[in-house]
């Protein structure tokens, strides 16, 4: 079975709640997860913040860490999915932010970098960096699977 039937299982039948943050995956996980029917008694939604503005107006990212630490960054993501919990009643969160590519990347953050943030409510943020392909479909699929695998091991612990 795929990690999305696998994680739209696990959340329905613990009846819990799951709210994301995209960036750099565009909105990818959000269409993974509702391709499969049922994803409205545990899916809230997603909100797709490709700008900085963004991350700040409906995430609550400070100016601060963006200005300093870059969207791409630990602590954003980490802001991201806190912001997930102050702005719904989600038991899971997860925050996704990246270079896809093919432009973008620097030194310190090639193209492929991807910062994916999950947690349960109440319980402390773990992040992840991960380093993907150059290919902009390949670090996006990248991304969504590797978070749904740690909302799917978060969930069923």
Known sequence: MRIDALLHASLL???KKLALAESCTGGAMAAALTAIPGASQFFLG??????NVWKEQFLGVSPKTL??????S???????VRGLFLRTECDFAAAVSGIAGPTGGEIGKPVGTVFIAV??????IDVQLIHGPKDRKEVIDMAVQTTFKKLYDLSTH
């Open 46 to 51: 997603s909100v797709v913040a490709y700008s």
């Open 67 to 72: 200005s300093s630490k870059g969207a791409v």
């Open 119 to 124: 947690a349960k409510r109440g319980e402390p």
């Open 13 to 15: 039948k613990s009846g």
């Open 74 to 80: 630990r602590e954003a993501v980490e802001e991201m």
